[in-house]
C-alpha cells in the first residue's frame, strides 16, 4: 500500500514535470511578440528622416496597419515587413528572429549597416529575402541557415566578405534568384553553386 501511494506520487510528479516541460517549450509567440520585435526594430533605426516609422509605427494603432507591414488574413501575425527605399539608418536587432510568420522580408535600398543577426535563420517561412543597397558586412555563412522556403535572395551591393558558402543550395534548396553582386567577396565561385535552380 506504502509502495503504491509512493508510486503513484511519483507518477502525478511525473506529470506535473511534463506538464511544466510541454507548456514551457510550447511557450508560442504572439502578435504581441511581434509588436514588441517591431518596436525592437524601430529603436535600432538611428535616422528616419521622412518620418515613415517616426510617427506611423505607434503602440495605439494595431501592427497590422503599420507603414510597410502586412499581416496574415487569419492568424493576424505579421506576414510581410518591407522597408525598401525609406532611406532609413540603422542596425537590424537580433528580435527579428522572433516574426515566425514572416515570409517576405525586404530592407532594402537604405542605409542600414553592421551584421545581420543569426537570429534569422529561424525565419523558416521566408520566401524573399532583400537586403540589397545597403551596408551590411560580415561574412555570408555566418546568417545563412537552412531556408527550406526561399526563393529569392538579394545581396547585391553591400560590404559583405569571404567566400560563398559552397553548400549554399543545401541551404536553399528552393532558391530561384541570387544576387551578390558589388560586394567584397572573395575566392572562386563554387561548383556546387550550379545545384541550385538559379535564374540569374
Ligand atoms: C500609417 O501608415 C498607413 C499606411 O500608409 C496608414 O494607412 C495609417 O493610417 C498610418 N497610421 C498612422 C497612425 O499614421
Ligand atoms: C525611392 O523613393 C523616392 C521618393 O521618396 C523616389 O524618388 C525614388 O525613385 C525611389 N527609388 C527607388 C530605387 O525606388
Ligand atoms: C526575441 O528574441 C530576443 C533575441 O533573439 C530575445 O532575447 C527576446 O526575449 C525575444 N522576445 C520575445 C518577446 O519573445
Ligand atoms: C548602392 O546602394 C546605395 C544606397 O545604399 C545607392 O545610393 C547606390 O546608388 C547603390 N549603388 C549601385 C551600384 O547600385
Not at 86 to 111: A, R, V
Not at 171 to 199: A, H
Request: glycine letters at 6%.
Amino acid at each position: 500500500m506504502m509502495g503504491n501511494t509512493r508510486s503513484i506520487t511519483a507518477l502525478m510528479m511525473a506529470v506535473l514535470l511534463l506538464h511544466f516541460v510541454v507548456s514551457f517549450s510550447t511557450k508560442t509567440t504572439d502578435i504581441n511578440t511581434d509588436q514588441s520585435t517591431l518596436l525592437a526594430l524601430k529603436a535600432h533605426v538611428v535616422s528616419d528622416p521622412q518620418n515613415f516609422l517616426t510617427t506611423n509605427w505607434s503602440v495605439y494603432t494595431s501592427i497590422c496597419n503599420w507603414v510597410g507591414v502586412t499581416c496574415g488574413s487569419g492568424h493576424q501575425r505579421v506576414k510581410v515587413l518591407d522597408l525598401f527605399n525609406m532611406s532609413l539608418s540603422g542596425t537590424i536587432p537580433p528580435d527579428i528572429g522572433n516574426l515566425s510568420f514572416l515570409t517576405w522580408l525586404d530592407i532594402g535600398y537604405n542605409n542600414f549597416q553592421g551584421l545581420l543577426p543569426v537570429q534569422l535563420t529561424n525565419l523558416h517561412r521566408l520566401n524573399f529575402i532583400s537586403m540589397s543597397d545597403n551596408n551590411f558586412y560580415g561574412e555570408i555563412s555566418s546568417w545563412i541557415g537552412y531556408f527550406p522556403k526561399l526563393q529569392c535572395l538579394s545581396m547585391s551591393n553591400n560590404s559583405f566578405t569571404g567566400p560563398i558558402p559552397s553548400d549554399m543550395c543545401d541551404r536553399l534548396p528552393t532558391l530561384k534568384e541570387l544576387y551578390l553582386s558589388d560586394n567584397k567577396l572573395s575566392g572562386k565561385i563554387p561548383i556546387g553553386l550550379f545545384k541550385c535552380k538559379v535564374i540569374l
